[in-house]
């Protein structure tokens, strides 16, 4: 009886383990742009929070968003600007830090080569 219920506390234990193992996160790693948004396209107000996003996101602009600033790049990383909101087409590479005109664009991606 009493192997039993040791069997069981191990079988328990190992469970917790493992389950807590693939639950853990990935590795973070440093973000590849950082970003404020504005309402106009000269940036020229007070502007959003600044942010801080990675490779590969694809953001759906809102409607009142009419300008980005960008604040830092990491390495060789740029933001793409596109027409449609799902960054598929009429695409524009905006490759430096300052304020770009996002008017007429609808979202904006991500990418680091």
Do not use: K, W
């Given at each position: 009886?009493?192997?039993s219920n040791l069997s069981i506390a191990a079988a328990g234990v190992l469970s917790l383990l493992?389950?807590?193992a693939i639950a853990q996160p990935h590795e973070?790693?440093?973000l590849d742009v950082k970003l404020k948004w504005h309402e106009r396209?000269?940036?020229d107000d007070k502007g959003g929070p600044e942010g801080d996003y990675s490779d590969g996101a694809c953001l759906d602009l809102a409607e009142s968003t009419r300008g980005?600033?960008?604040l830092d790049l990491s390495g060789s990383c740029h933001l793409?600007?596109?027409d449609d909101s799902?960054?598929?087409t009429g695409s524009r590479v905006?490759?430096?830090l300052g304020c770009w005109n996002l008017k007429g664009k609808n979202s904006v991606q991500f990418r680091c080569d």
């Open positions: 009886m009493m192997s493992v389950s807590g973070p790693r440093g396209t000269s940036c980005v600033e960008i793409v600007s596109y799902a960054c598929q905006l490759h430096s």
